[in-house]
């Protein structure tokens, strides 16, 4: 008899190893795109080895999206794409940069974009799921998002693009005065996009500058902050390359948060947090609350910039109908069964004044916190 044939391996397995060996995933340098993070910025620019590798599929998918976006947009509308920048600090590759007409004229007539844009423009491409595609509506650009891009424009115009092969003649432009930022976002479900533009601003790149300079200023990338709460709360650490030098091997059973207090120094400071958090979440929640009394006459439709929806829960819940069940057992011929009803009972008894017997029981469950001011 012969041997089954082997399962096909998981494709995955095929693009984590190309993803692998992307000269981005080697790169040990500090990269605008390392910027998301205090912490992760320090562990790349202090040379730590990498200790995590986790495959991140949408990471994966979110790329090649990317490169067949921008491949399109250089041959239909002749922007740069993928072009790489460095100052003393810092490296990158910027995703588009459409140039105005007077800089494009310093080019040969190949690298001339089809449409020059009015101003010199650097464009980021940001793929995102469908769960934070309401998010980037409302909201727009994360304060990472701006910080990388304005990196990126802030270094184009102090030292112009990269003189390396492939983009000597644009490094020959020098220092291009970048005006506009413009940050692309789509949806990697639908496909929706959203364009969102902004002038450059000096301030806000100079802010990110003294970002990355805290950073070069520490001695180990302990004295970096870390600007997440971990592995299990926010994606990025779930795949951070970094996520055990940064909050250690998980002890049985705990999750890796418990690592980092070790004082009652640590637990009283940790409590503060959480009853500082809570009185925001409780203001926040008093006004979540009065708007939604406020608007309860109010059809739905787009009001200003937002969209009014109205979900009733009937419609979205479903339930065993007991009367078409209790039909189709009885066609079946199948006997019916009478397990008391336990609510009934007890309500008899409430109503005909009589105690209820209880009983205690024990439930599994997960420990909840309570956090309440001491007595002094
Ligand atoms: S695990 Fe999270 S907090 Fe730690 S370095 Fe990575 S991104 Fe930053």
Redesign the pocket.
């Known amino acids: 008899m012969s041997a089954p044939p082997a399962p096909s391996p998981s494709i995955w397995i095929a693009a984590d190893a190309v993803d692998r060996a992307r000269p981005r995933s080697k790169q040990r340098q500090l990269g605008a795109s390392d910027t998301?993070?205090e912490?992760?910025a320090a562990?790349v620019y202090h040379g730590w080895p990498r200790t995590d590798h986790v495959i991140s599929r949408a990471a994966i998918l979110g790329t090649y999206i990317h490169e067949g976006l921008t491949t399109a947009a250089k041959r239909e509308f002749g922007w740069l794409v993928e072009k790489r920048v460095a100052d003393e600090e810092i490296r990158g590759t910027i995703d588009i940069v459409q140039l105005d007409q007077a800089t494009a004229r310093r080019l040969p007539r190949r690298l001339r974009p089809k449409v020059p844009a009015d101003v010199n423009t650097v464009e980021d491409i940001k793929t995102k799921t469908v769960r934070r595609w309401d998010r980037v509506l409302r909201y727009g650009a994360t304060d990472a998002e701006l910080r990388q891009v304005h990196t990126y424009a802030r270094v184009l115009r102090t030292h112009g693009f990269l003189a390396v092969d492939g983009q000597r003649a644009l490094a020959r432009l020098g220092p291009i005065p970048v005006e506009r930022i413009r940050i692309r976002f789509i949806d990697r479900d639908s496909g929706e996009e959203h364009v969102q533009e902004i002038p450059y601003d000096p301030q806000r790149a100079e802010e990110a500058r003294w970002w990355l300079q805290r950073i070069t200023e520490t001695k180990s990338p302990e004295d970096a902050r870390?600007?997440?709460y971990?592995?299990g709360i926010?994606t990025?650490?779930d795949f951070?390359p970094?996520?055990t030098a940064?909050?250690g091997a998980p002890a049985a059973g705990r999750p890796v948060q418990a690592n980092i207090v070790r004082t009652d120094a640590d637990v009283a400071q940790k409590l503060a947090d959480y009853t500082a958090a809570h009185e925001q979440w409780s203001a926040a929640n008093r006004i979540k609350k009065f708007v939604r009394k406020a608007v309860d006459a109010t059809p739905e439709g787009q009001y200003g910039a937002h969209l009014l929806e109205w979900r009733s829960p009937e419609s979205a819940q479903e339930e065993p109908d007991f009367r078409q069940i209790i039909e189709l057992y009885d066609d079946l011929q199948v006997p019916i069964p009478t397990v008391p009803d336990k609510e009934r009972m007890v309500k008899a008894l409430i109503t005909a004044g009589i105690a209820v017997p209880m009983r205690k029981i024990k439930k599994a469950a997960s420990r909840a916190i309570s956090v309440s001011t001491a007595a002094k």
């Open positions: 998301v993070c912490r992760r562990y870390r600007d997440f971990g592995p926010d990025v650490c951070c970094f996520a940064c909050w």
